[in-house]
């Protein structure tokens, strides 16, 4: 009697009205996807962080062998301590360039049109583009930039090529690249904010400055707050630029956790480890996003 | 004398706009300037690259687009970034529009339960799941093919956020409606939810082809062979072309010429449909 089934489940209510059944064949495609492609490699990539996984030949179940081996890896602190030199770089720079570049375009002239195109441009190309560009700009003997400081007086530097340089010119890159997103988001959260507020406190007497830190920004944190994660996230996923630009040089001075995964994982084959490593960059980025919103939360108060 | 009050007036309130408005758009220029010299450098003759910075080209050549057809399969790379980056914007749009509908307007037990766990998923770095899907891309022996470049991307949630955030602001009265005229759930979102979404498919689709247009890590991972790479990956090899040049020599107008072939695409599609790139950013921006 598939009629009298059918009309049962038709009669089932949840919450007061009745279950729309259907809704399970509408995202039944994607979840399938979802869970293939996004869940279970998850729970994958925990179990192989406890095996020796190579290429080729079986899996090797070692237990914790790889989370001992990442701390006692000569290369973990250093590149750990160039992914948090370039997030200490890129966020700040990034958050900071792209508020003021918003709070700039957003008082609404005939260039904000413009100008909103020449930050959001950069975004749209591929990372390939940025970097080979850019390895020319930072180029020793013919780059733009030295060539440029030279007609100043400053002496040739070694851009991409020298330790003292290497993380803020990848790091200036990035933020090149970044801004222009950023900066939307932030254009659509001061949008948001009644201009009747502004004015209200200008009528009050309170300078434009005051105006800013009493009423702008407060209004504003859901959008900050949304771009400093998104930017935390992606500063600790620094990959392409790293890829192309240096490979990681000079001797791993700007090598990344994600650059370290690329070489440990698919260049020796060293699956487990890398495995192992994408659990800590997992935990590393959890740590940093939490810790904003309770020092964003904090400062709300 | 009135006019010529009129034109002090004139004349100072657009020094003051000049004034207030130069620095950001010099900053703005700045900001253009390496992607306009790209394109720029691309058409230079050898000769003329390294000689000094002259912003307008006194003479255009073709041969540095020339030589990276003739030194690149790009033919192959273009149709692979083309049909991967197209068949990502069309699945993605199909499954995301399905998925934001029942979750934005359908009743259902796990209905909330279900979207928290999409969005929690945002939470975890995707180089999280890289080893095991390239491990199974292995297994599989589906390395060097549209299937492995292809369906990874559709597993993003972003359309489906789009589409959701859409299709909550839709009013109750428009399904009573479709209702009344005999249309079920699918005719309804079929017929008329998506008909009245499409702000949020062209948004969706631009995005969407961007982003799948400029993917590294992945069609990195996934192609062995260069006949499957895409172009951004392909073009990477212009990064180890000997660019530290001479005098008159130099490689740089090959290079240009091969980025400026993964960028102008992007960059062609965004100069013409801006507005939609802006919505759509604005609208993930707000909402989140």
């Not at chain 2, 149709?79 to 399905?98: E, F």
């Not at chain 2, 428009?174 to 017929?191: K, N, P, Q, Y």
């Not at chain 2, 992007?266 to 707000?286: A, H, P």
Request: proline share 5%; glycine share 8%.
């Amino acid at each position: 009697m598939p009629d009298g089934w059918l009309a049962y489940l038709s009669r089932i209510r949840y919450r007061g009205r009745r279950i729309e059944w259907q809704a399970y064949l509408f995202i039944l495609p994607f979840l399938l996807i979802f869970f293939v492609i996004t869940l279970l490699p998850i729970f994958f990539a925990i179990y192989i962080s406890f095996n020796e996984w190579g290429i080729v030949g079986d899996p090797v179940w070692v237990g914790f062998d790889n989370f001992r081996d990442i701390f006692q890896d000569d290369w973990i602190p250093k590149i750990w301590g160039n992914t948090f030199q370039m997030a200490a770089l890129i966020v700040p720079g990034t958050v900071i360039v792209a508020l003021l570049m918003a709070l700039w375009i957003n008082q609404e002239q005939w260039l904000s049109g413009p100008i909103r195109t020449a930050f959001f441009a950069p975004h749209v190309v591929a990372i390939t583009v940025t970097a080979i560009i850019w390895i020319w700009i930072f180029e020793k003997e013919t780059g733009l930039l030295n060539v440029a400081l030279y007609g100043i007086g400053i002496p040739k530097q070694g851009w991409l090529t020298t330790s003292q340089w290497v993380i803020q010119s990848i790091s200036f890159v990035t933020i090149w690249q970044a801004v222009g997103f950023h900066m939307v988001i932030l254009l659509a959260g001061l949008k948001e904010i009644p201009a009747e507020l502004g004015e209200a406190a200008v009528i009050d007497g309170a300078t434009s400055w005051q105006t800013f830190w009493r009423i702008t920004l407060p209004l504003l944190t859901p959008a900050l707050g949304l771009v400093i994660t998104l930017e935390i996230i992606s500063a600790f996923r620094i990959f392409g630029q790293v890829y192309l630009m240096t490979g990681g040089g000079p001797a791993g001075h700007s090598a990344t956790i994600v650059s370290y995964i690329y070489n440990e994982g698919f260049v020796r084959f060293r699956l487990g480890f890398a495995a192992a490593l994408s659990l800590l960059l997992f935990f590393t980025i959890l740590f940093f996003t939490l810790l904003r919103t309770r020092l964003v939360r904090e400062q709300s108060h | 004398m009135a006019h010529s009050m009129i034109n002090t007036r004139l004349l100072l309130r657009f020094l003051r706009t000049f004034i207030l408005w130069s620095p950001g758009a010099l900053v703005a220029l700045l900001w253009l300037f390496p992607l306009y010299w790209m394109l720029i450098t691309s058409v230079k003759p050898d000769r003329l690259i390294l000689t000094g910075i002259d912003l307008i080209p006194t003479e255009v050549t073709w041969d540095h687009y020339r030589t990276v057809v003739a030194d690149t399969p790009v033919g192959r790379w273009f149709t692979n970034s083309i049909v991967t980056s197209v068949s990502v914007v069309a699945g993605s749009l199909v499954l995301g529009s399905l998925t934001g509908f029942a979750l934005a307007r359908m009743h259902f037990p796990g209905r909330t339960a279900i979207f928290w766990l999409l969005i929690s998923s945002l939470m975890i770095p995707p180089e999280m799941g890289i080893v095991p899907l390239f491990i199974g891309v292995l297994r599989l022996d589906i390395q060097d093919s549209y299937l492995s470049l292809i369906v990874p991307p559709l597993a993003s949630v972003f359309p489906v956020y789009l589409y959701r955030q859409f299709f909550l602001s839709f009013p109750r009265e428009l399904e009573d409606a479709a209702a009344m005229d005999g249309c079920s759930r699918f005719g309804t979102f079929l017929r008329v939810a998506l008909p009245l979404a499409k702000p949020a498919t062209l948004a969706g689709a631009i995005l969407i082809f961007t982003g799948n247009w400029n993917s590294f890590l992945w069609p990195l991972l996934v192609a062995f062979k260069s006949e499957w790479k895409t172009l951004p990956v392909g073009m990477a090899v212009y990064t180890r072309l000997d660019i530290q040049g001479t005098a008159t020599q130099s490689g740089y107008g090959e290079a240009m010429a091969a980025v400026a072939i993964v960028a102008l695409p992007t960059l062609i599609f965004f100069l013409v449909l801006q507005r939609y790139f802006i919505e759509g950013v604005t609208q993930v921006g707000i909402k989140g």
